[in-house]
């Protein structure tokens, strides 16, 4: 059986968390779009359109809560 690539939400500080929270950002993308073909070509369309980057940034920022939680904020 391969290793999973998410066996804890874990971290030993916030700035790990952060960390996790951009992995699995990532990892939503890789899953949704499996094609790293596809994901190098729609690239450019992204990279510089601020509203996207912005929508990223949500998306990380959902997750890093959720890792804070789980990390009962690191107290």
Known sequence: MAESWLPTLITPDPESGYALAVKLSRMAVK???PSAEVRTRLRPAYE???DALIAVSSVVAINFQTVAQANNFWK
């Open 31 to 33: 899953l949704t779009q």
């Open 48 to 50: 510089s359109d601020a």
